[in-house]
């Protein structure tokens, strides 16, 4: 009995799905017949189109042009054609593109858009194309390496602290783009938009580059192709201190008081930055050395300005100058006999005997009221023999000459006497 019902379930579900497939091919014929004797053609708009730009085998390829910041655009285009063939159209169905054509030189073109059906088979018509052109601009493509600056305006030392010179890395940076645009680019900068106070040694990665003209006018950064990569920044910091500058004398008189000496040492004190964080806030900087014969009050003396190798001059001072107060100063020249003479360090079994006579012209250099005082019996004519080891004969030393009873006078000059050492 269930053989029997199933059976004839089977046939009638095999009779009704036939029934169906019949009506549908029936349904499609009779679509296709009323769309070619009621309504052959119709028209239809197509929204959203994309269009392509393309140079393969364009005479813009040979002559090697590119299209120069060019964005990828859409069109709506309206068509017509036979109901059957468009009627279910939509933007993957056409193909629009740029007619590159007329491209064989630099410059900006009004190019037209081409639309066409993406079934080679199917016959329509373009009615309207909107927009119908684009403006593009072909230019010779090259690229060229520039020095890369670093940009960080908002980025500073603590207090106590300096900010040296900011460097980049990479320094270099290889842009790409049209050859008259490429012109146009003056400097190049990564820069740090941050804001930051800093103590230590510090270094801040970034992409952002910006481009700048001869004038200094901000470049469009979309009319060239920028490597993607990060750009490191390096700050390096540095501590300030305080050099208080001083100057060696040599050749003194023996006795001399150095503090009655009255100079002034040009940019004294100097502003030191170090990048030794740690040093003191204080250094004192010996400039050089001065013999004090050579001192006449009217000459000044130059130097060269010696700094460690961790320091720099916060001034950029290289060098400096000493110089002489001669107010209140004045000379005289005297004549010293050479009983007047004497020396020092003779060594042991050697004796010596003094072959000039008197000295003269000697030139003494001290207080107004001092020098006025000063007698020729007062000075004396001092020879250090102490490098004269076993020698003997004759020979000629410079003597230093000296006042006894006063401090704050010296002699200008050379004075050499003539001495011979004998056992």
């Keep these: 009995m269930e053989k029997i019902r199933h059976g004839k379930l089977h046939a009638k579900l095999g009779t009704d799905l036939g029934q169906r497939i019949l009506a549908i091919i029936l349904a499609v014929i009779i679509w296709m017949i009323l769309s070619i004797t009621q309504y052959p053609t119709i028209s239809k708009t197509i929204s959203s189109v994309p269009v392509e730009l393309s140079l393969t085998g364009t005479i813009a390829e040979e002559k090697g042009l590119s299209a120069l910041g060019y964005k990828d ?3 709506d285009v309206m068509i017509e054609g036979m109901n059957y063939e468009i009627g279910s159209y939509s933007a993957n169905d056409l193909t629009a593109s740029v007619d590159v054509s007329s491209v064989t030189k630099k410059g900006t073109y009004k190019l037209d858009i081409d639309v066409t059906s993406a079934h080679s088979s199917d016959k329509l018509s373009i009615l309207s194309i909107t927009p119908e052109t684009v403006e593009v601009q072909f230019d010779s493509i090259s ?7 670093p940009s960080a305006p908002n980025v500073s030392a603590e207090d106590g602290y300096s900010l040296g010179n900011i460097s980049c890395t990479p320094s270099k940076i290889k842009i790409t783009g049209a050859e008259n645009d490429l012109s146009n680019i003056a400097k190049v900068y990564a820069v740090v938009d941050k804001t930051v106070s800093i103590s230590q040694d510090t270094q801040i990665t970034t992409s952002k580059i910006m481009l700048y003209d001869k004038f200094d006018n901000l470049l469009d950064n979309s009319s060239y192709e920028l490597p993607e990569e990060e750009y490191t920044i390096n700050f390096p910091l540095f501590k300030k201190k305080t050099g208080n500058l001083t100057v060696d004398f040599v050749n003194t008189p023996p006795g001399f008081d150095l503090r009655s000496l009255s100079y002034k040492i040009s940019n ?13 806030d204080n250094e004192d900087i010996t400039i050089g050395t001065i013999a004090l014969n050579e001192v006449d009050l009217s000459k000044d003396f130059k130097f060269e300005l010696q700094l460690a190798n961790s320091e720099i001059s916060a001034d950029s001072i290289q060098s400096v100058k000493v110089s002489f107060d001669n107010k209140g100063y004045t000379s005289k020249t005297f004549k010293i006999p050479n009983s007047q003479f004497e020396v020092i360090n003779l060594p042991s079994g050697k004796k010596v005997d003094f072959d000039t006579a008197q000295l003269t012209d000697v030139t003494i250099i001290g ?12 000075l004396k004519a001092q020879i250090d023999l102490s490098d004269v080891g076993n020698s003997t004969g004759s020979m000629i030393k410079n003597a230093t000459i000296y006042a006894k009873k006063y401090n704050n006078v010296w002699c200008y000059g050379n004075n050499e006497i003539q001495i011979t050492i004998s056992k």
């Design 143 to 149: 690229s060229k390496e520039f020095d890369l600056s």
């Design 268 to 280: 004294d004190p100097i502003s030191i930055l170090t990048t030794d964080l740690d040093d003191d």
């Design 73 to 75: 655009i859409t069109v």
């Design 367 to 378: 207080p107004e009221k001092i020098i006025s005082e000063l007698k020729a019996k007062d």
